[in-house]
């Protein structure tokens, strides 16, 4: 103690003095830098080592600081690695050990250093046991989440299993007659005059069986009012088994399936040349509530999805479509139905996303129909995005799967496909090439290939070509239109475009025009059907075409503009309205069109247009 003394120089009073000081500053410090062990623990105690060598250096002990080291050493093992701790604990201890034996008291040195070594193992014992705690804490709530997770799992499986057994129970119900959603896929008439018997047969038997509630009965003679013997129409027969789910709704208000099956009923019968959509809006009115108290269940998103396929009203559809191919994500069918609502707002890259999922999925359960209806939308979107490498390649895949004969969606998809590609990329040539194949069952799918013919002769300059396409496409015009109201609208819009861009490549530009007037608004007054993404080309985007041609760039940007309503995002309307502005003068138009168009499509593959957009907006 007097050698340490020593140091400080001056008479012994002044020098206690001094030394009291010092050593009081040091504790100061050493007590100020244990308040920051949380923040930086490891610094922390090497400072405090240090200041306890500087205490033995002043002194000749470490007494104090043996437990500053410790809680700092207690820090590291609670909130760091054990490797951490052993490391911070040797470093404390070698130092200490090199100050007590340099400057220590040559007495007490030894046990001094003992009784560091045993506090500081004490603080580290003490921190590893509350970091073990602390982890053994976390892994307990990691389970407890773990097995919240699998309990809700299980419950989503029970309620999947739930719906699956409602499902069976409906199924049954209606005695595995010709299911209804038929009708709403544009299938049901051609079952009905197929088999109406049979079908009859199936609810007659249903009828005659004991029934284990009136709930179960009332339904089979809901179902019932959409056959009968009496070989009506298929409109009457849809409105007679609206009124009967009608009913049905109402003699059951609390039974929610029922609710669901008149909405559909009211989908079934809406006239598609209503342009008030009022039966599509009040199916939906009836819909949406049960979508909000049961999002999961896979027949309301279905439905809902109909009931909104429609331009004026299809952004309400969102909703429904993206959740309905996670409700049902192993059903071909389901993944496909939102690309319904993606195609009617010009969402190309959904469509196509959710379309290559439902053709995957078609072609593992050897579903040619689903497989052939995925791929016409498909090439559809993909030629709206100007892949035409990948319109070409669906195609291709879908030429090789053989048609479901019995469903229309797998011919006409094996119809439009070939002429799609033709017509939306402007290559007339190519369309005239088309070799039609007859079908007398479904002729309307059959005039796609003329049609398609028709207009690449027409467009191409050989209107004679074009003649001997718009007769076959009026003589089944003619043949159904006593048969199928809808379907001779759509021919007739057909046989109309026809003559007038005949009449207009002979040179007579006004009845050419007033021809093409005559198409776009008589397809105006009908909606496209499900059964297909679009129609072939829309008439009024082909009326701005021919405006265009006709000089009339201002009449040709309101065709176009009009079209675009309809029919939003499409490549063909965006690049004519484009050129439409341009032409006229609208340069602020031109820019808009033009830059969504290569928003939409820049990315695809090179195609002259898109490349007269890009100069276009560069000024050249």
Do not use: C
Request: hydrophobic share 45%.
């Amino acid at each position: 103690m007097t050698e340490t003394l020593s140091v400080l120089g001056g008479p012994p009073s002044r020098r206690y003095r001094s030394l009291a000081i010092t050593v009081g500053v040091v504790a100061l410090v050493g007590a100020g830098v244990l308040l920051l062990r949380r923040r930086a623990p490891a610094v922390v105690l090497g400072v405090l080592v240090l200041l306890a060598a500087v205490e033995v250096g002043l002194v000749g002990s470490i007494v104090g600081f043996d437990l500053a080291a410790a809680f700092a050493i207690y820090t590291i093992a609670a909130n760091r690695s054990p490797r951490e701790a052993w490391f911070g604990l040797g470093g404390a201890v070698l130092i200490a050990a090199a100050a007590l034996t340099l400057w220590g008291s040559r007495a007490d040195r030894y046990v001094e250093l003992t009784g560091y070594i045993i506090i500081v193992l004490i603080g580290l014992a003490i921190g590893t046991s509350v970091r073990n705690r602390r982890q053994h804490v976390a892994e307990l709530v990691d389970r407890g989440n773990r097995l919240a997770r699998e309990n809700a799992q299980h419950a989503e499986l029970a309620s999947a299993a739930e719906r699956a057994r409602i499902a069976r129970e409906m199924h049954d119900v209606v005695a595995h007659s010709l299911s209804v959603m038929i009708a709403l896929a544009d299938g049901a008439s051609a079952a009905i005059e197929r088999s109406p018997d049979r079908a009859q047969e199936a609810i007659d038997k249903g009828l005659a069986l004991p029934a284990k509630s009136q709930r179960e009965r009332d339904y089979l003679e809901a179902i019932a009012a959409f056959y009968g013997r009496d070989r009506a129409p298929f409109r009457v027969r849809a409105v007679r088994y609206e009124e009967a789910m009608e009913k049905l709704a109402a003699k059951y208000p609390e039974d929610k399936e029922a609710s669901i099956f008149y909405a559909l009923a009211l989908n079934i019968a809406s006239d598609p040349m209503d342009k008030t959509f009022a039966k599509q809006l009040k199916a939906a009115q009836i819909l949406e509530p049960v979508f909000v108290a049961q999002p999961d269940h896979p027949g309301v998103a279905h439905y809902l999805i109909h009931s909104y396929d429609y331009p004026p009203i299809a952004q309400k559809g969102l909703p429904a479509a993206r959740r309905y191919s996670d409700i049902a994500p192993d059903a071909a069918h389901a993944l496909h139905m939102p690309s319904h609502i993606f195609t009617r707002v010009g969402a190309w890259e959904d469509s196509l996303v959710t379309n290559k999922r439902s053709e995957q999925n078609a072609l593992a359960n050897k579903s040619a129909q689903d497989m052939h209806h995925a791929l016409d939308y498909q090439v559809y979107a993909a030629l709206q995005l100007a892949r035409d490498r990948e319109a070409r390649e669906a195609m291709a895949r879908m030429k090789a799967l053989p048609p479901n004969p019995d469903q229309r969606p797998s011919f006409y998809a094996l119809a439009s496909v070939p002429a799609r590609i033709a017509l939306e990329r402007g290559d007339w040539a190519e369309a005239t090439k088309l070799v039609p194949e007859e079908n007398a069952r479904f002729p309307y799918v059959t005039t796609q290939t003329h049609y398609a013919r028709m207009i690449g002769a027409a467009r191409g300059g050989n209107p004679a070509a074009a003649e001997a396409d718009l007769r076959a496409i009026a003589r089944v015009a003619e043949e159904i239109k006593s048969k199928d109201p809808y379907w001779f609208t759509e021919t007739e819009v057909q046989r109309l475009t026809g003559e007038g861009w005949i009449a207009f490549a002979k040179g007579d530009k006004d009845a050419g025009l007033r021809l093409m007037r005559s198409a776009a608004d008589m397809e105006d007054g009908n909606e496209k059907s499900s059964l297909t993404p679009a129609r072939m080309l829309p008439a009024r985007e082909l009326l701005g075409d021919m405006l265009l041609a006709a000089g009339q760039p201002r009449e040709a940007l309101v065709a176009y503009e009009t079209s675009q309503q309809r029919e939003p995002n499409r490549y063909r309307g965006l690049y004519g309205a484009g050129q439409a502005a341009a032409q006229s003068g609208d340069h602020d138009k031109a820019r808009h069109y033009f830059s969504r168009l290569i928003e939409v499509a820049g990315s695809g593959d090179l195609r002259p247009d898109i490349e007269k957009a890009r100069r276009y907006l560069a000024g050249e």
